[in-house]
């Protein structure tokens, strides 16, 4: 995917089909993808603090669309991470025991630190490895 971001890739359609809040997102998170391609510096944006009207949440998933990448694990309940159609631009949703969305982020990152390993995994990992060899 291209790292460089055309302000072209982000226009939407204006007219009834743009509810008020869509083309403010998508600004606020194309100045997170300069953010994190000049300095490093990731953003989330939190959709369930957001005032949205009905079907804006859903027509800014529509807009960034899906890539490539999806995953679903349980840590603490469901988790779903799906890239979007923008390279270092991700939706994150959390739901309960009852599949319900309790949380649901837009993460500008590299990767979203829920996929990193974390330190104490890997050493884990490393110890059963070296058991599985001896």
């Known amino acids: 995917m291209n790292q460089a971001l055309n302000t072209e890739t982000l226009k ?25 391609l000049q300095d490093g510096e990731q953003m989330v944006i939190d959709l369930r603090s957001m005032p949205l009207a009905p079907g804006e949440e859903q027509r800014l998933l ?18 779903e ?28 990152c590299y990767i979203p630190e829920l996929l990193r390993s974390q330190q104490e995994d890997i050493r884990r990992g490393l110890d059963l490895l070296q058991v599985q060899l001896a």
């Open 62 to 79: 529509d807009e960034l669309g899906q890539g490539e990448v999806y995953a679903r694990f349980n840590a603490l309940g469901p988790t």
């Open 81 to 108: 991470i799906i890239e979007t159609r923008f390279g270092g631009v991700w939706v994150v949703v959390h739901y309960n025991k009852n599949d319900e969305v309790i949380g649901k982020f837009i993460e500008v």
């Open 12 to 36: 939407v359609q204006g007219g009834e089909h743009l509810t008020y809040n869509v083309k403010p997102l998508l600004h606020e998170i194309r100045h997170g993808l300069a953010a994190l």
